[in-house]
């Protein structure tokens, strides 16, 4: 369920405001859903909306999902005095969805005059419970007042969970048990947020606002939420497989003379990720129940659920026993902490050796057998299983197995004031993953040209030649001359050498102090090793060290004088995170603040007589 989110934000922008005609930003009294939940696990929601008087033109939208929803009984009604008028022969629109990405989306567009305060009111049936999985507390538009009231029968239970409940003004949920049924009220005044297009499908990246993650179980299921979830992942996914003889063939095919089960995964997981083409999320239940494997294998297409579907198929098919799970990224609104389809965005396969779980995500094409699933690290998943499911919590490669190094050795031309020299950088475990994707189907000379104005970045834009760089597929290593160019300079005895050509802590992001939200790629450490040969000797200096250190982030910068002709400049950095939040952003922004100002003040040292 990741897919490439530039074509599908242009094509929102063009449906909401080419449609539309202009940018909104809707003043709304009260949204109200009552929502209706059915013993035949459909339900309805019936929505009253209450807008503000405009001085423009509103058109008001309603998306909805053909392929699991039934809209009706649209109204649209105007103050007039203390009550409202139904507005009959009110003019509404409807356009479809026409995105490569979302095949079954709707969207009603209702428009209301200017100066006037209207009420609109619909009705939308959804045969599939499941797929009433939250409500959210946050908006684009300006909401006084969100209110739920969810009705449930007796043979049902009604689960919850509400992520970053804390950031709401205000939230009351209560429940009232009458005969036969059970009514759940829920009232919030929602937080306004920064306007996201693909908000409007339910898509909820790189945000952290509160939601309520919903899941409405059968009595007997009750207190085992998860299980209920397993059970109905699982037997959506027992219809979508069953290899024919010809996907079985290839596969037979494929794994000839292998008897290894690590070579065996490793043929299928790249067969999978190189003759497959990625295509992605469709809404309804396209967006979670995969496409049956058979045909995933003639088309040799699919997204997340299909691939790794088909993934897990090949695998218990060679006697390899194999899962999928249901996955949060890291950049997904919430954790797959919780048994709701809104948890997840993303399904990855499992496969067991010696009943260790092997994640294998085959969306993602530099990912390694055996090593962290670069967009889940550290987070849960729910593993479907033919039991009750599973939750498990994703290993991350350790900082220090994400080991970037750089050692530089220069030497000083006094005559002309400049530093020249060789460089050797290494990345290790996931720490060059970044470089890994922007190589991807690139030539050797476009990666020499693309690594070439990286690192002329990292050393503050100083010059580069005869670069090179070997990117195989569990290291990169790079390698050049550096021309050093206005950092050394004399004043009388003094001497001054200037250091802010050393790499930069942080290589993955252009800003020199980072936002919450910003992800890092991995937990890593670097190691700095500057070595400057002076062609005279000078009067050693005692040591200079920099610590700084807190949970979890530290940086340790040294410059010493081995010898009278020898400068050295070393660094350790340490960030064991992912991503940057509340807990180290202000840590980390110190160290980065402080790394800068160190660097930018001068060595002074002295020419020995």
């Not at 750089?406 to 030497?411: A, S, V």
């Not at 009388?492 to 802010?500: H, P, T």
Request: with cysteine; proline share 3%; glycine share 4%.
């Amino acid at each position: 369920m990741i897919w490439s989110l530039k074509k599908l934000i242009l094509s929102i922008f063009y449906i909401v405001f080419y449609v539309n005609g202009f940018a909104q930003n809707l003043a709304i009294k009260t949204i109200s859903e009552d929502v209706l939940i059915n013993k035949d696990t459909s339900f309805v929601k019936h929505v009253s909306v209450l807008l503000k008087k405009s001085d423009k033109l509103i058109i008001y939208p309603i998306f909805y999902d053909t392929e699991l929803e039934e809209l009706s009984d649209i109204q649209l009604y105007i103050r007039k005095g203390k009550h409202f008028k139904l507005l009959r022969n009110n003019l509404i629109g409807e356009e479809d969805v026409k995105l490569d990405y979302i095949t079954s989306k709707k969207i009603k567009t209702i428009r209301i005059p200017s100066e006037t305060e209207a009420k609109i009111t619909y009705t939308i049936k959804c045969r599939e419970l499941m797929y009433f999985s939250n409500l959210h507390f946050f908006s684009n538009d300006e909401i006084d007042t969100l209110k739920y009231q969810i009705t449930i029968p007796n043979t049902f239970r009604f689960a919850y969970d509400t992520i970053y409940e804390d950031s709401l003004d205000y939230l009351a949920i209560d429940s009232i048990k009458l005969d036969g049924l059970t009514k759940w009220n829920i009232e919030a005044t929602p937080k306004k947020v920064e306007e996201d297009l693909l908000m409007l499908f339910g898509i909820y990246k790189n945000i952290k606002e509160p939601l309520m993650r919903v899941l409405i179980i059968p009595a007997n299921y009750e207190n085992n939420e998860r299980k209920y979830m397993n059970d109905w992942y699982f037997n959506k996914l027992k219809t979508r497989r069953g290899l024919n003889f010809v996907s079985s063939q290839k596969i037979d095919e494929l794994t000839k003379g292998v008897l290894d089960p690590l070579k065996i995964i490793d043929t299928l997981y790249s067969y999978v990720k190189n003759n497959f083409k990625y295509v992605a999320i469709e809404i309804g239940m396209g967006a979670f129940v995969p496409t049956h494997v058979n045909e995933v294998f003639t088309n040799k297409e699919g997204d997340c659920k299909d691939l790794s579907n088909f993934l897990s198929e090949a695998l218990n098919y060679k006697g390899i026993r194999s899962e999928v799970a249901l996955a949060a990224t890291y950049n997904h609104i919430s954790d797959c902490d919780f048994p709701s389809l809104s948890s997840a965005n993303h399904v990855v396969c499992l496969a067991y050796i010696d009943g260790k779980p092997i994640i294998l995500d085959p969306t993602d094409p530099i990912h390694l057998p055996e090593t962290p699933v670069q967009s889940i690290q550290k987070r849960s998943i729910l593993i479907i299983n033919s039991k009750e499911g599973e939750y498990y919590n994703v290993p991350s490669f350790s900082s220090h197995q994400n080991l970037i190094s750089y050692n530089i050795d220069l030497e000083v031309d006094s005559n002309q004031m400049l530093m020249n020299g060789d460089f050797r950088i290494s990345y290790e475990g996931i720490s060059g993953n970044f470089l890994k994707r922007e190589f991807l189907y690139l030539s050797k000379d476009r990666i020499n040209n693309i690594g070439k104005k990286h690192y002329e970045f990292v050393f503050g834009n100083e010059s580069i030649s005869s670069f090179k760089i070997q990117n195989d597929k569990k290291k990169i290593e790079a390698e050049g001359i550096i021309s050093i160019n206005g950092k050394l300079f004399r004043d009388g005895n003094n001497r001054l050498l200037f250091i802010d050509f050393l790499p930069r802590i942080i290589e993955t992001v252009d800003r020199e102090s980072l936002l919450e939200g910003t992800h890092l790629g991995s937990p890593f450490s670097k190691k700095v090793n500057v070595k400057i040969k002076l062609d005279e000797p000078f009067q050693m200096f005692n040591s200079i060290e920099h610590t700084y250190s807190n949970e979890g982030v530290s940086l340790l910068l040294k410059i010493s004088s081995p010898t009278e002709s020898i400068i050295e400049c070393n660094y350790e950095f340490d960030f064991d995170y992912i991503i940057i939040d509340k807990e180290n952003v202000d840590i980390t922004n110190k160290i980065l603040t402080s790394f800068k100002e160190i660097i930018n003040e001068p060595i002074i040292f002295q020419k020995k007589s």
